[in-house]
């Protein structure tokens, strides 16, 4: 590394991750996320609980990525961070963080939408997306379908109306009295069970939209019925309740992606974001890609889930472009692409 190297640090904080990352010249450097246990007995996020944890990890994090990546914050060049979407109390630790540190080394700010950096994820390690490509972003909060133009030129051209496909993963899962976080257990129990064994309704929305808010009626009322027979019937089915469920919500997803690919004529697909990292989604979309001719795209692990690598590669191509942002600027709880 010469001292001509542009060096950003970037800071995440929208949820419950505290992440931290350092990136020279595109290539990232390092990953560091101290995640937050605190939340597991309470079934969720808890947004007061979360935010004093932002507050305690944040400078450790921080440390640890600088040193790790063997430079002194003399060497910055910026400070990016998650400007939003998110939880408030979340997000205003991490960006009055990176406003302090920015305006005391008198070095540009550089503020990143977290669903624009999931997707540019995809640019962190080859292989890389030709533009235009088609990623369907599924997470806790959102679920969406974005025609990809360019770096910093995206549009979004289906998303839900309701619940995003993470949270229902997460509420069918609590409904088999199932710990937080329930997706990643679904995942797990379904490779044991049978995906056709129950049927739940697949909605169908207008366009390229979504809805995922009437899998959790349909089956809070499925598993009233049988219980009220077989008080064991959750513990006797389990696998093959999670193998249905899974099946329903990735058929849901996969039914609209093909829509998207056939009205745009995109056949470079990439998949983003927490739930990009369950192993049905991927073997699913694998398996379709192989059928239909698409090449696809799916980030390691470590960058589907919230993670401080895709700010820092967001935050590159933003420092690229110029796009800067003024020391007065304020998080955002809801910010669209």
């Not at 939209?209 to 899998?215: E, L, P, R, T, V």
Request: aromatic share 8%; charged share 20%; proline share 5%.
């Amino acid at each position: 590394m010469s001292t001509n190297d542009n060096f950003i640090l970037a800071i995440e904080s929208s949820c419950d991750e505290t992440s931290a990352s350092v990136i020279v010249d595109g290539k990232v450097l390092n990953n560091i996320v101290a995640t937050q246990s605190v939340h597991e007995k309470y079934g969720g996020v808890v947004p007061e609980l979360a935010s004093r944890a932002h507050q305690e990890n944040l400078i450790p994090v921080v440390q640890e990525a600088v040193l790790s990546a063997g430079i002194s914050l003399d060497q910055l060049s910026a400070v990016a961070f998650t400007r939003g979407p998110g939880l408030m109390g979340s997000l205003l630790v991490g960006v009055s963080f990176a406003k302090a540190l920015a305006f005391a080394r008198k070095i540009p700010l550089i503020e990143v939408n977290h669903m624009q950096a999931h997707i540019l994820a995809h640019f962190i390690d080859d292989p890389k997306p030709n533009f235009p490509f088609i990623c369907l972003t599924v997470s806790g909060g959102h679920t969406q379908l974005v025609l990809v133009k360019d770096y910093l030129d995206m549009e979004v051209i289906g998303e839900t109306q309701d619940d995003a496909v993470g949270e229902a993963f997460d509420k069918t899962a609590k409904l088999l009295g199932l710990p937080y976080p329930g997706g990643p257990l679904i995942d797990k129990y379904a490779k044991e069970g049978n995906p056709k064994a129950f049927k739940f309704p697949v909605t169908r929305m207008p366009g390229l939209n979504y809805s995922f808010s009437g899998i959790k009626t349909a089956v809070l009322y499925f598993l009233r019925d049988q219980l009220q027979s077989n008080p064991k019937f959750i513990e006797e089915n389990l696998a093959d309740l999670c193998a249905s469920i899974q099946w329903t919500l990735i058929e849901m997803l996969q039914i609209k992606l093909k829509e998207a690919v056939k009205q745009y004529g995109v056949t470079e697909i990439a998949i983003a974001g927490g739930v990009s990292a369950n192993s049905g989604l991927r073997t699913t979309l694998q398996e379709l890609a192989s059928k239909k001719g698409w090449n696809l795209y799916i980030p390691k692990f470590e960058y589907c889930t919230d993670n401080a690598g895709m700010i820092a590669i967001a935050a590159y191509y933003k420092y690229l472009a110029g796009e800067f942002s003024s020391y007065d600027v304020t998080p955002l709880a809801k910010m669209k692409i």
